[in-house]
């Protein structure tokens, strides 16, 4: 009975444990990681996708992806690609200034490595542990990281077509001689849209439309090719985007003369860089408006993870969600993102589809820097050091034995019942086999033979 129940223990230990360590190291096993930048989570509930939806329904979808502080699209592309939080990774803004050596970065000057080579994105660690890999436009794939660029590579430019970005994907994955095994793909919408009409407009739901043709295309392209059933693709997004309004701008010459700081972002997170002292600076915009946080960079909270690089500048200002900071004016667009990330309008989604990830599955949320231990699980990669976790995502794996929490309850109930049934078998059976009661039974039997009155009757 004892061995029983060690067997018994070990088999639902077994059963319940996460196989983490059955990471797949097949070189066949390919990778597409795609952005449609500005893509909100609750966009998919909100219109019709009818080719998104026919992913998710043979894939795994995560409803609500965290992405990381400053809800901008560099720090959160280079997030997805490192596994590492904006302070870890260097590309803390869209815009940055480093003091020490007087440089500048914007999403237009952004060729020179040494804002980059704080981390090192999985394109690179991918070629370094002898594989190929591919950039169509993701942010930093066009720029030389650690001396290295991508196998293959477009520079960027927007007025390249989505279809012309997939074609070229595609044809390197199916390269007859040094076919890639991973390629990282972007487009800009519906950012663009959501930015100028605003998340609320008919003109992001237009858009939305065009994103699920041009889903539909990559599609058709991989079948076409034979690639659908082979290539792993995971379609996500680097943040939300949030209605602005015109009512509602902060306007920081009320507060604050010009001269004293310079911005080193713009809104609805400002980085500023006062010209003297810091202590002067900060008091003036503390008390400038109600809708607008104000953050030495020491007390900036620890949920951000936005304070121990040298890029964050001494104060930081953050608009409430809808709230545009600007010098003075008003503003012309109507949507913006970069705000708290722990708001779901924040929050872009996650679809996975391919041999490697379960089908009809669904999770509520991960983090965007757990895609990255994600992506290494799945082609066998030794991962870079990172923020990530790859528990957070082991579930959306086919590979992974995973249970739910109501199915462990439902398991562990059964089982119990289970033992406890055999427990009484056992028991009888036991008893019945007993010699000493064989015997007692032939007494008894002995005795019926006897003129009882009592039972005869
Ligand atoms: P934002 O919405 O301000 O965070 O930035 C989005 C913009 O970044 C897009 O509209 C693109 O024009 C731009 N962008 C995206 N990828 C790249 C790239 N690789 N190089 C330069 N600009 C880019
Ligand atoms: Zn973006
Ligand atoms: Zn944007």
Redesign the pocket.
């Known amino acids: 009975m004892q061995s029983f129940w060690v067997y018994f223990l070990a088999f639902v230990s077994g059963f319940l444990e996460c196989h983490c360590n059955n990471a797949t190291s097949n070189s066949e096993v390919r990778l597409l990681l795609v952005s449609f930048?500005?893509f909100r989570a609750d966009y998919l509930a909100q219109y019709a996708f009818p080719n998104l939806q026919k992913m998710i329904a043979d894939g795994a979808h995560v409803k609500h992806v965290t992405n990381v502080f400053v809800t901008?699209?560099?720090p959160n592309?280079y997030s997805i690609v490192t596994g590492r939080y904006a302070e870890s990774h260097g590309i803390v803004a869209?815009h940055m200034y480093d003091a020490a050596t007087k440089k500048n970065f914007s999403?237009?000057a952004?060729q020179d490595q040494f804002w980059w080579n704080e981390a090192t994105p999985i394109w690179i660690t991918n070629q370094q542990q002898g594989h190929k890999s591919g950039g169509a436009?993701?942010?930093?794939?066009?720029v030389s990281i650690h001396n290295t660029m991508p196998s293959y590579y477009l520079k960027?430019d927007?007025n390249v077509s989505f279809s012309k970005r997939v074609d070229h994907i595609i044809q390197w994955f199916s390269n007859s001689t040094e076919p890639i095994n991973f390629g990282a793909l972007?487009w800009?919408e519906p950012?663009?849209t959501g930015?100028h009409y605003g998340p609320d407009s008919k003109e992001l739901g237009n858009m939305l439309k065009e994103v699920d043709d041009r889903i539909g295309y990559l599609i058709d392209q991989l079948q076409k090719t034979g690639l659908w059933n082979t290539v792993n693709v995971i379609i996500t997004s680097?943040h939300g985007m949030a209605q602005c309004s015109a009512k509602k701008v902060i306007e920081l010459d009320n507060c604050i003369g010009r001269g004293n700081y310079t911005r080193v972002t713009y809104s609805p997170v400002t980085a500023i860089l006062p010209h003297a002292n810091i202590s002067n600076v900060y008091e003036l915009l503390l008390n400038c408006d109600s809708h607008m946080k104000v953050y030495l960079k020491e007390d900036i909270p620890e949920r951000f993870h936005y304070k121990h690089n040298e890029r964050i500048q001494p104060i930081l200002l953050v608009a409430d969600e809808g709230w545009t900071i600007v010098q003075n004016g008003s503003i012309t667009q109507l949507g913006d993102?970069?705000y708290d990330n722990a708001l779901p309008s924040m929050h872009p989604l996650l679809v996975a589809h391919g041999p490697a990830f379960r089908k009809a599955y669904k999770t509520n949320t991960i983090n965007s820097i757990d895609v990255y231990p994600l992506m290494c699980h799945i082609l066998g990669l030794k991962e870079e050091s990172n923020n990530g976790t790859f528990a957070n995502v082991r579930c959306l794996l086919i590979s992974e034995s995973c249970v739910s929490l109501p199915d462990v309850i439902g398991i562990v109930i059964g089982s119990l019942m289970v033992l406890v049934t055999l427990s009484c078998l056992i028991i009888l059976m036991k008893k019945r086999g007993s010699p000493q009661r064989a015997f007692a039974r032939l007494q008894l039997q002995d005795d019926d033979d006897d003129d009882d009155p009592l039972i005869a009757g």
């Open positions: 930048d500005g901008k699209t560099f592309h869209n999403i237009f952004d436009m993701w942010p930093g794939t066009d960027y927007h972007y800009e950012d663009a930015h680097d993102h970069g």
